[in-house]
C-alpha cells in the first residue's frame, strides 16, 4: 500500500518513467527485461513468407519491404527499399513497398538521440548516437518520427542487415538442395547461384523462413550506392522512384483520397492566435441541405457534411466568436524580439576560445531579421477516421504517427491499442505533419458523429492554426586579423527567439496544447532551436548566446529548420566582412578553410562551375555555403546565385550548387532533393512569411504568399562529389543556402544589402 501511495503522489509523464527509471537506479530490472522482439508490422498473405521484421519473400518473386517514415515527396520509399535490394541481391523489378505503421522494430534511435534534449530527464546520458537510452525509449514509444533528415542514419544498417541475412537464408536454402556449403552460393538478380544452376527466391522462400538467421548477417564488402557521373547526373536508371507510376496517374494514396462507405465530410474554423477559445455561434444558421451535424470544441468548431463545400459553408454563416487572452500582432512580435536582442539576458550553449577577451564595440556587428514562415504544402492538414463498437480507425499522414495514434485514443477517451493507424502518404509537408492536432479532432468528430468522416482543413485554418517556423532576431560580431587577410579571430552570434524546439517537443512528447507548451518551455536556452550558428569556418574563438524570448505565437518546424536562419546571417555576415576587407568572397572564404578538405573542395567547384566572377559590383553574383552534421555524418553545399531586380521583385536566373553528402545511396533522387531544396529556399527568400493582426494571419491563401511560380524557377545547375564518407541525407542542404547566395546576389547587382528574410520585406 505504501508503494502505491508513493507512485500516485509524484507526477511523472510516461516519458520521464522511462528514461528517469534507468538512470535513477529504480525499476532496473524491469527496464533491462523488456522484450527485445516486436509484433511484426509487415503482414503476410497467402504464399508470403517473413524474413524479420523488414521483409516478405512471396512464393512468386515479390519482396515487399517495409517502410516506417512517411513519403512525402522525398523518395523515402525507394532509398530504404534500394538498400535492401542490393544488400539481398533481388532485382530492383521484383521490389514491392508496405508503408507500415509505428513499430518498436523500426525505431528512430538517431532521431531520438538527437531529440533527447525534448524528452530525456538526463538527455546528457541519451544524446549520444550509440544511446542505450535512446535506444530503449524509441522502442518502447515505437518513435518513428519523419524529420532532420535521420532516415539514413537511423535504417541504413537494418536494412542492409535485413538484405543480408535474408540474402544468407536463401543461400542456406539453395545450399541444402545442392548438397553445397551456404556460402559457395552467390544471389544477383533475384537468384541464388552457383556453378551454373540457379534458383528463384520464390522457389526458396518457404524453405528459407524456416533458416537461423546468421549472426551477424553477411554483410557485402561495399555498401550500397551509386556514383554520380562525371557531370554529376545519374547514370543509369537502375533504381526508378517506386512511388512515381502510382503518382503519375492519380491512383497513389494521400490522406485527402480515402474513401470509404457512406463517409461524410467535416471542415472546421479554429480560433485566431491567442483567442483560442470558442465563445458564440449561431448554430441555426448552419442549418441546410446536406448538414450532418457540428461538433464543438473548447477550442474548435466543426461541421459535418455529405460534401465538404456544403459543411465549409454552414461554418461560414454561423457567426463564430472567439476569446482569450488577447489577439497576437505582428507589431508586438517584433518590439519583444526587437527588445530581446539588444538588451535581453543571454545563455552561452556553444563556445570555443577566448571571444569575450577579444570582442569590444569598435568590431563589426551587424543585425539580420528573420519573419515565421508558413509550410504552405499543397495538401492541408487530412484525416479519415471511423468509429464503431469502441475501436477507432485513422488514416492519416504524419511525420510523427505513434504521437498521433495516441493523442488520438486520448482524444477519443480510448486506450492506444483500441486504436488503429493506417498511414497514407502526404502532399508534400515540411515539417507540418509533425504537428497532431488535426488527429486530435478527428478522433472527437468521428466519436460524435458515429459515421466514416474525413476532415480537411481550409487554407486559411492551416496558416491560423498550424505553428510557423519562427521569428528570428540575431545579431553577429566578428574581431578582425590585422593585415591584408582580415578575417574573424573571435566571432560572437546572439540569437533571440523562443525556445521553440523545447516548444514543439512539449506537443509532441507530451501531448501538450501550444499555450501550455510556450509555458512549459519557458526561458532556458534552447541549443537544438540555435544549430547552425557556429559558422563552419576555421575561427579560434567563437560564442554562440540565446536570449529566450516567450512570445504568445506558438512556433514549430520548418523545412530547414534553424540551418536557415543560422546560415542566412552567417554567410551575410562573412560576405559583408568581405566587402569591407575589399577581397574576393570566394577567397576570402577559402581562406578560412585550410582545416576541411572535403568543405573547401565542395566551394571551389561551385565557383568554377558557377563561372564565378568575383562577385564584384554589378555582377549579379553572390555565394554562400552551408555545412550540417549529424552524428558521424556531414553534409556540405555551396551555391552561386545570379539574381536582380525585376519587376515585381526579385529576378533569380539561374542557381549553380556543389553538394558533398557523403555516399550516395540513389543520386537521381539525391538530386531532385537538392534541386527541390533550392527551389524551397528560393521561396522563403521570396516570400512564405505571415504577419499577424489580432491573431489573424494576414495572408489566407497561397496566392498571398508571393511563392515563386514556374515561370520564376531559375535554371538549375547541379553537381554532386563522389565520396565514400558516410551517407548525409542532402533534403535540407539547399534550403539553407539558397536564401543567403540570392541576398549575397541582390547586393552585387544594387550595392543594397537586405538584412531580413523574407528579401524586400524591409523595402529598399
Known amino acids: 500500500m505504501a508503494g502505491k501511495d ?36 509487415l503482414q503476410t498473405g497467402a504464399g508470403e513468407h517473413r524474413f524479420g521484421a523488414w521483409l516478405t519473400v512471396a512464393e512468386d518473386g515479390v519482396v515487399t519491404v517495409a517502410v516506417p517514415q512517411l513519403e512525402m515527396g522525398q523518395g523515402v520509399t525507394t532509398v530504404l527499399p534500394q538498400i535492401v535490394a542490393q544488400e539481398m541481391g533481388a532485382s530492383w523489378r521484383q521490389i514491392a513497398v508496405a508503408t507500415v505503421p509505428p513499430n518498436g522494430a523500426q525505431a528512430n534511435v538517431a532521431l531520438a538521440a538527437k531529440w533527447a534534449p525534448l524528452w530525456a530527464v538526463l538527455p546528457d546520458l541519451a544524446d549520444a548516437p550509440d544511446s542505450l537510452l535512446a535506444e530503449r525509449f524509441a522502442r518502447a514509444e515505437s ?31 539453395a545450399a541444402e538442395r545442392w548438397g553445397i556449403a551456404w556460402e559457395e552460393c552467390e544471389a544477383e538478380d533475384g537468384l541464388i547461384v552457383h556453378d551454373g544452376k540457379r534458383l528463384r527466391f520464390g522457389e526458396l522462400a518457404a524453405q528459407a523462413a524456416q533458416m537461423i538467421v546468421p549472426d551477424p548477417p553477411p554483410l557485402r564488402p561495399s555498401p550500397p ?55 458564440t455561434f449561431d448554430e441555426a444558421a448552419a442549418a441546410g441541405a446536406g448538414l450532418v451535424g457540428l461538433v464543438k470544441a473548447k477550442r474548435w468548431i466543426a461541421a459535418v457534411a455529405d460534401s465538404w463545400w456544403r ?17 497576437v500582432d505582428s507589431e508586438a512580435i517584433e518590439e519583444a524580439l526587437d527588445r530581446s536582442v539588444r538588451t535581453g539576458e543571454a545563455m552561452r550553449i556553444a563556445s570555443y576560445g577566448d571571444p569575450d577577451a577579444l570582442l569590444t564595440r569598435l568590431d ?44 488520438a485514443a486520448a482524444a477519443a477517451g480510448l486506450s492506444p491499442s483500441d486504436v488503429v493507424l493506417y498511414p497514407v502518404g502526404a502532399g508534400g509537408s515540411f515539417d507540418a505533419r509533425l504537428e497532431k492536432q488535426h488527429a486530435i479532432e478527428i478522433a472527437q468528430i468521428a466519436r460524435q458523429i458515429g459515421r466514416p468522416v474525413q476532415l480537411t482543413w481550409p487554407r486559411a485554418e492551416e496558416f491560423k492554426a498550424l505553428p510557423p517556423r519562427t521569428p528570428v532576431a540575431l545579431v553577429l560580431t566578428a574581431k578582425l586579423s590585422p593585415g591584408e587577410e582580415r578575417t574573424p579571430i573571435a566571432w560572437r552570434a ?24 510556450i509555458a512549459r ?11 547552425g550558428a557556429v559558422p563552419p569556418y576555421a575561427i579560434p574563438n567563437v560564442a554562440v548566446d540565446h536570449v529566450t524570448v516567450p512570445l504568445e505565437l506558438p512556433t514549430g518546424l520548418l523545412r530547414g529548420n534553424s540551418a536557415v536562419y543560422t546560415g542566412f546571417a552567417t554567410e551575410s555576415f562573412v560576405d559583408e566582412l568581405a566587402r569591407e576587407a575589399a577581397r574576393d568572397p570566394y577567397l576570402y572564404r577559402m581562406t578560412m578553410l585550410g582545416h576541411d578538405e572535403r568543405v573547401a573542395e565542395v566551394l571551389r567547384r561551385a565557383t568554377e562551375l558557377g563561372e564565378w566572377d568575383g562577385g564584384g559590383e554589378g555582377s549579379r553574383q553572390g555565394l554562400a555555403l552551408i555545412r550540417m552534421d549529424f552524428g558521424e555524418a556531414s553534409g556540405a553545399i555551396a551555391c552561386v546565385a545570379q539574381a536582380q531586380l525585376g519587376q515585381g521583385g526579385v529576378r533569380v536566373s539561374r542557381l549553380t550548387a556543389v553538394a558533398d553528402i557523403g555516399r550516395i545511396v ?6 531532385q532533393q537538392i534541386e527541390g531544396g533550392l527551389l524551397f529556399g528560393l521561396s522563403l527568400a521570396t516570400g512564405s512569411s505571415v504577419s499577424y493582426l489580432g491573431g489573424l494571419p494576414v495572408s489566407a491563401r497561397l496566392v498571398d504568399l508571393d511563392l515563386p511560380t514556374l515561370a520564376d524557377a531559375p535554371e538549375i545547375v547541379l553537381d554532386l562529389v563522389a565520396s565514400d564518407a558516410p551517407p548525409f541525407d542532402p533534403g535540407e542542404l539547399g534550403v539553407a543556402v539558397a536564401p543567403p547566395a540570392i541576398a549575397n546576389a541582390l547586393f552585387a547587382a544594387t550595392g543594397v544589402r537586405f538584412r531580413r528574410l523574407p528579401l524586400l520585406s524591409e523595402g529598399l
Open 225 to 279: 550506392g551509386e556514383r554520380p557521373a562525371a557531370s554529376g547526373m545519374p547514370g543509369p536508371d537502375e533504381f526508378p522512384r517506386l512511388d512515381l507510376p502510382a503518382k503519375v496517374d492519380g491512383t497513389y494514396l494521400f490522406a485527402a483520397d480515402i474513401r470509404l462507405p457512406g463517409m461524410v465530410y467535416a471542415s472546421i474554423r479554429h480560433g485566431p492566435v491567442g483567442l483560442p477559445e470558442l465563445v
Open 494 to 517: 546572439r540569437l533571440a527567439l523562443p525556445a521553440t524546439m523545447r516548444e514543439f517537443g512539449e506537443r509532441l512528447f507530451d501531448n501538450a496544447t501550444p499555450e501550455a507548451a
Open 6 to 41: 508513493l507512485l500516485t503522489s509524484v507526477s511523472l509523464s510516461r516519458r520521464q518513467l522511462l528514461t528517469g527509471a534507468a538512470v535513477g537506479g529504480g525499476l532496473l530490472v524491469a527496464w533491462w527485461a523488456w522484450p527485445r522482439s516486436y509484433p511484426p508490422s
Open 666 to 671: 540513389n543520386v537521381d533522387i539525391a538530386r
Open 311 to 327: 459543411a465549409d459553408r454552414a461554418l461560414d454563416r454561423m457567426a463564430l466568436r472567439f476569446g482569450g487572452p488577447g489577439g
Open 521 to 531: 518551455a519557458g526561458a532556458e536556452a534552447d541549443p537544438l532551436a540555435c544549430e
Open 143 to 173: 518513435f518513428i518520427a519523419t524529420a532532420e533528415g535521420s532516415t539514413l542514419r537511423a535504417y541504413e544498417d537494418d536494412c542492409r542487415a535485413a538484405g543480408a541475412a535474408a540474402r544468407a537464408m536463401l543461400a542456406m536454402a
Open 364 to 407: 563589426p556587428v551587424q543585425r539580420y531579421d528573420i519573419a515565421p514562415a508558413v509550410h504552405a504544402a499543397i495538401e492541408t492538414a487530412s484525416a479519415t477516421a471511423r468509429y464503431a463498437d469502441g475501436r477507432l480507425e485513422l488514416w492519416i499522414a504524419s511525420q510523427a504517427p505513434e504521437a498521433a495514434r495516441e493523442a
